[in-house]
C-alpha cells in the first residue's frame, strides 16, 4: 500500500498536495514483499534504458520549435536586405525584426485555451500550419505592410509551437529522463537558428529583392513534414485522462514508460490529480468537471494557495530572467554586433553569424545529456555564472573599441570570442532549462494556461528587447547595453539561487511538495528526504507508522 506522510508539524509550509511520495514498493501490484526500484523514482537509482518510444515522440513534437529557431536566425541576416530593398528606417526594422514575439503572445494564450479542447497533438498540427501560412506570406510581401501581415501570421504560429512542445513532451516522457526529453524544443530551436544563419549565407548573393524573400518564404516547407510527423504520435496520456479515456491512456503510458510499475504510478498519480478514484479503472470514466479546466484563472490569479504562487513565481520568472538578460539581442542582431566590433563586410558578418548558431548548436547537447544527470540548479547557476563573465567583457570589449581610433585587433577578437561564450552558456543552461522548469512544476490542471503565462513572458520580454535593441545601444551606446544585460543577469543568479528547487528526478505531481515555502524551500526538501530514509529504514518501505499527508486545491 502506499505509504503517506505529515509534514506540517516539522516543514512549515502551509499546504501539501495529496499524491504519493514515490515510495511506494512492489507490493502494491503484485502483493509481494521484496521492493523493486522504479527508474527515476527510486532515491537511488540504476541508470535506466531510454525508452525509444517516448525519444521518438519527444523529437517529433519538439520539432516544431525549429519555426521559431529559424525565423530569429533568418531574420538576423534577412534584415540588412529587407532595410536596403524596401528603404525602411532602423525603427521599422527594429520593429519588423521583433514584433513577431509579442503576435506570438496570441499564440501562446490561444494554445493553452486549444491544447485543453481538441488535444496537444492536433494543437502541434495547427502550429505548423498556421507557421506556413506565415512563412508564404512573408516570402510574397511586396512591402512593408504585407510583410508584417505574415509577421503576424507567423508570430501566431510561433506561440502554438513554443508552449505546446514543451507541454507535450513533459507529459509523455518518463521521470527518468524528462529533462533530457525537454531539453528538446531548445535544440530544436538552437537547430533552427543555425539553419537561418546558413540560409542567410546560402541566399545572400541572391539578387537584393530575391535574396530576402526566399530566406524567409522557404521556411514554409519543413512545417509541412512536421505536421505529417505529428500525426503519428500518441496524444498526451495527461490529456487522455482528463477526458476520462483512462484505456487510451493507459496503452500510451505502457509504451512510454521504463516498466509496468512505473506505468501503473504515473496512472495512478495523474488520476489523482485530475480528481478520479483509484477504484475507477474503466476503459472510459465520467471525469469531475473541474478538470477541465473552469476556474483555472481564478486558482492561477485571484486565489492561489502558497504553493500555486509560488510555483507562478518560479515559472513565469524563469522566463522573464531568460529574456531580459539579452540573448535574442545578440542572436538577432549579431550582425551589428560584429559591425560594431569592426567586421565590416557583410559575408564576412553573416559568416561570424553562423559561428554564433554553430555554438548554441553545440553547447545546448551539453545541456541534454546532462539536465537528468547532475539535476537543473547546478546547470542553471553554473550558466548564468558564465553568462555574467560573457557580458562583462563583451561590454569591456565594445567600449574600448569604441573610443579607440584606431583599431583594436585584441579587443575584437576578444569581443567575438564573448559573443560565442554567452551563447554557448546560455545554450548548456538556462535556455532549455527555462522550458523544461516551467513545462514541469504546474499541478496537472493548472498546466496548459501557467505554461501559457510563462511562454507569454517570454515572448513579451523577448519582443521588448528585439524591438528596442538599435535605440538602446544608440542611446547608451552597445558597452552599456551589455553592461545592462549583465545587471539583469546577476539578479537572475540570485533569484534562481534563492527560489528555484530542485526538480530532477520528481515526478510531476510529487514536486509540488517541494513548492509553497518560497526562501525556505531548502528545509522540506530536506524533511522529504529525510522522511524518505526513514520509511525505508526497515527494507519494506514501511516505518511501522502512517502519517497522513495533507491535501491542498493547489
Given amino acids: 500500500m502506499t505509504t503517506s506522510y505529515d509534514y506540517s508539524s516539522t516543514v512549515p509550509f502551509a499546504q501539501i498536495t495529496s499524491i504519493s511520495l514515490s515510495l511506494m514498493d512492489a507490493n502494491q501490484f503484485s502483493g509481494q514483499q521484496t521492493q523493486t526500484p522504479i527508474p527515476g523514482f527510486d532515491p537511488s537509482p540504476q541508470k535506466p534504458k531510454r525508452n525509444k518510444y517516448a525519444f521518438g515522440c519527444a523529437i517529433l513534437a519538439s520539432m516544431t520549435s525549429i519555426l521559431l529557431g529559424y525565423d530569429v536566425g533568418v531574420m538576423s541576416g534577412a534584415g540588412q536586405f529587407i532595410q536596403d530593398d524596401l528603404k525602411i528606417s532602423d525603427v521599422q526594422l527594429e520593429i519588423v525584426m521583433g514584433i513577431i514575439e509579442l503576435y506570438s503572445l496570441l499564440g501562446a494564450y490561444a494554445a493553452g485555451r486549444t491544447s485543453d479542447w481538441v488535444g496537444r497533438r492536433y494543437t502541434i498540427v495547427i502550429a505548423a500550419a498556421i507557421f506556413f501560412v506565415g512563412a508564404l506570406l512573408m516570402g510574397f510581401a511586396t512591402n512593408y505592410a504585407f510583410l508584417m501581415v505574415g509577421r503576424f501570421v507567423a508570430g501566431v504560429g510561433v506561440g502554438y509551437a513554443l508552449l505546446i512542445a514543451p507541454v507535450y513532451t513533459a507529459e509523455l516522457a518518463p521521470a527518468a529522463s524528462r529533462g533530457f526529453l525537454t531539453s528538446f524544443p531548445e535544440v530544436f ?13 546560402a541566399f545572400s548573393k541572391f539578387p537584393l529583392n530575391l535574396g530576402w524573400r526566399f530566406m524567409l518564404g522557404i521556411g514554409a516547407i519543413p512545417s509541412v513534414f512536421l505536421a505529417m510527423g505529428v500525426l503519428a ?29 512505473e506505468a501503473q504510478l504515473r496512472l495512478a498519480d495523474i488520476k489523482e490529480a485530475a480528481g478520479i478514484p483509484e477504484e475507477c479503472n474503466d476503459d472510459v470514466v465520467q471525469v469531475p468537471k473541474r478538470s477541465h479546466g473552469e476556474g483555472v484563472w481564478k486558482e492561477l490569479f485571484l486565489h492561489p494557495t502558497p504553493t500555486v504562487k509560488h510555483i507562478l513565481i518560479a515559472g513565469v520568472g524563469i522566463h522573464f530572467f531568460q529574456q531580459s538578460s539579452g540573448i535574442d539581442a545578440v542572436v538577432l542582431y549579431s550582425p551589428k554586433i560584429f559591425e560594431k566590433a569592426g567586421i565590416t563586410s557583410k559575408s564576412g558578418k553573416l559568416l561570424a553569424t553562423v559561428a554564433v548558431g554553430f555554438s548554441k548548436t553545440v553547447f545546448i547537447l551539453v545541456a541534454t545529456f546532462l539536465l537528468d544527470r547532475i539535476g537543473r540548479r547546478p546547470l542553471l547557476l553554473s550558466s548564468v555564472g558564465g553568462m555574467i563573465v560573457s557580458l562583462a567583457t563583451l561590454g569591456t570589449c565594445l567600449t574600448i573599441i569604441d573610443h579607440s581610433e584606431k583599431k583594436v585587433i585584441w579587443a575584437v577578437a576578444l569581443a567575438i570570442a564573448s559573443v560565442l561564450s554567452f551563447v554557448a552558456s546560455f545554450s548548456m543552461g538556462l535556455g532549455p532549462i527555462a522550458w523544461v522548469y516551467s513545462s514541469e512544476i504546474f499541478p496537472l490542471r493548472l498546466r496548459a494556461q501557467g505554461t501559457s503565462m510563462g511562454t507569454a513572458m517570454n515572448r513579451l520580454m523577448s519582443g521588448v528587447i528585439s524591438m528596442s535593441f538599435i535605440s538602446l545601444y544608440k542611446a547608451i551606446t552597445i558597452g552599456g547595453a551589455f553592461f545592462l544585460f549583465m545587471g539583469v543577469a546577476i539578479v537572475s543568479w540570485v533569484f534562481f539561487y534563492t527560489l528555484l528547487p530542485e526538480t530532477q528526478g520528481r515526478t510531476l505531481e510529487e514536486m509540488q511538495v517541494l513548492f509553497g515555502t518560497f526562501f525556505k524551500w531548502r528545509s522540506t526538501m530536506r524533511e522529504l528526504e529525510k522522511n524518505k530514509h526513514v520509511s525505508n529504514g526497515d527494507g519494506t518501505g514501511n516505518n511501522g507508522g502512517q502519517v497522513q499527508l495533507g491535501t491542498t486545491n493547489g
Wanted: hydrophobic share 35%; aromatic share 8%; proline share 5%.
Fill in 189 to 201: 530551436i538552437n537547430t533552427g537558428v543555425l539553419l537561418g544563419y546558413v540560409s542567410n549565407y
Fill in 233 to 261: 504520435m500518441p496524444e498526451s496520456p495527461r490529456w487522455l485522462v482528463l477526458q476520462g479515456r483512462l484505456g487510451d491512456a493507459k496503452r500510451v503510458l505502457d509504451k512510454t514508460s521504463n516498466s509496468e510499475e
